[in-house]
């Protein structure tokens, strides 16, 4: 049984280590910066993030669907699509492009 | 019993307030609100307070804000405000407008219209008008691909106007089930000569519907300035005696359906700022007949600003305050119709729209 909603629950026991970008956590009050989610893709993490704080998932996600132009996912510091698988226990970075803002 | 007036005013860093009594003499400001965050439009309904701010982030896309407290505690939510799977994303947001129901409206880029029934929180495409034949038309400006014009019939809750640039006007009289065209009259320079009045494809700029008079409006257009008095089926020019054929904003005066604010600017391609450096706003008191510039308390040299298409707006005293802000990010006011101004801000961000908010506290 999956620990966070959007989890696999396909047996990716260690979660994921994510990080994301302050001004991104700052637009839902309560969010950490820091925090580990268990999810067995990009896709799965952004679904799982939603559902924690609604509409999440639109700020870094869209409705195309992909990741944001200005927004980059790393998955153990690869660049990342929605499709990228997280192995367990990955360190996930979803961060604000330098090229947006 | 006080009334109070706030100004809305979104620039590309955020929200502004600007609050001040009655007599309009001092002002108040609060904000920035959502600096990181580009706002199009600002607007406030008196009657809750509420205020509702729709922009654009390059990070984290389209949205809408929302405070109930004169901007102490915000809130956004997207949910809905989003095209199918596999159509080009919604970017911004670009007009906002309540209609007489309640129901919330939002114009994005690129152009299309939602309607939001729980005061801003979910959204639902109102796709008639994307699914219209003429869409194929449909061509960017300046600005974009955008719907940022939205006026809502007064008094009938199923009608309002649009305006894209560039696709021109189109009415709704359901509700959003469906949308005609409404730029007869309206002409479009930037074609051959023989097709500059299509039925679509005009580049309007504003509308602004004249008070107490819903099917009389008034259009400042990238072509010229206009005013319609059957709902827009018609557009007559009124841009003779104004300084060039171009400009952004257009205000309706709250009381006086004769009376119009339009910003010209020296023209298209000549750059699109106050001619000769000298400021104006214009004023007809005619219905379009003859202008006035107002300049006093105006920069009469070295103004080489733009007033964008959201930025002017008057408030509804009865002695009506006229105000609009530049590119340059002057916020200035006038308490007696335009006849005087006063800068009450200065060195904001950019300027993209000026609204009011006039309330008993």
Avoid at chain 1, 25 to 45: H, M, R, T, Y
Avoid at chain 2, 120 to 137: E, F, I, S, Y
Avoid at chain 2, 335 to 354: C, F, K, R, Y
Wanted: glycine residues 12%; negative net charge.
């Amino acid at each position: 049984m999956s620990e966070t909603p959007g989890g696999s629950g396909l047996g990716h026991n260690a979660k994921a280590r994510v990080t994301l970008a302050r001004a991104l956590a700052e637009l839902f009050p309560g969010a950490p910066v820091d925090l580990d989610i268990q999810a067995a893709s990009v896709d799965e993490l952004t679904r799982a993030l939603d559902a924690l704080w609604p509409g999440m998932r639109d700020r870094i996600v869209d409705s195309s669907p992909a990741i944001r132009k200005h927004m980059n996912v790393f998955v153990d510091g690869q660049r990342a699509t929605l499709v990228t698988p997280l192995p367990p226990g990955a360190r996930v970075h979803i961060l604000t492009a330098i090229s947006g803002g | 019993m006080v009334q109070s007036v706030v100004v809305l005013v979104g620039t590309r860093k955020g929200a502004f307030l600007f609050e001040s009594d009655g007599a309009r003499r001092t002002w108040r400001r609060r904000g920035p609100f959502s600096p990181a965050w580009p706002f199009n439009h600002v607007v406030g309904d008196a009657t809750s307070g509420t205020i509702w701010a729709g922009g654009g982030n390059e990070w984290f896309g389209p949205a809408v804000w929302q405070s109930a407290d004169l901007g102490e505690t915000w809130s956004h939510s997207s949910q809905g405000l989003a095209y199918a799977e596999g159509e080009t994303p919604i970017k911004a947001v670009w007009s906002l407008a309540k209609a007489k129901d309640g129901k919330l409206y939002a114009g994005v880029e690129p152009a299309g219209l939602f309607v939001s029934e729980d005061g801003g929180n979910a959204w639902r495409h109102l796709a008639a008008l994307r699914d219209h034949p003429t869409r194929a038309q449909w061509m960017p400006g300046g600005g974009g691909l955008i719907l940022h014009s939205i006026v809502p019939h007064p008094e009938n809750a199923d009608a309002a106007w649009v305006g894209i640039s560039a696709a021109g006007v189109y009415h709704t009289a359901d509700g959003g089930r469906s949308f005609e065209p409404r730029n007869r009259g309206t002409r479009q320079d930037y074609a051959p000569e023989d097709q500059r009045y299509p039925e679509v494809g005009q580049c309007v700029h504003s509308i602004a519907m004249a008070a107490g008079r819903p099917e009389r409006l008034y259009q400042q257009n990238h072509c010229g300035m206009y005013r319609s008095d059957d709902g827009g089926r018609n557009w007559i020019s009124i841009e003779a005696g104004l300084p060039s054929s171009f400009g952004f904003p257009s205000a309706a005066h709250p009381h006086d359906a004769d009376t119009l604010y339009l910003a010209p600017l020296n023209g298209d391609q000549a750059g699109r700022f106050m001619s000769d450096g000298e400021a104006a706003i214009w004023r007809t008191r005619d219905a379009g007949a003859t202008w006035t510039p107002l300049r006093t308390g105006l920069p009469q040299q070295g103004a080489f600003f733009n007033v964008l298409r959201r930025a002017m707006a008057t408030d509804t005293l009865p002695t009506a305050g006229v105000y609009f802000g530049t590119t340059s990010g002057s916020l200035y006011a006038s308490a007696d119709e335009g006849e005087s101004w006063q800068e009450i801000a200065s060195h904001l961000p950019t300027i993209t729209s000026v609204e009011t908010m006039t309330r008993d506290v």
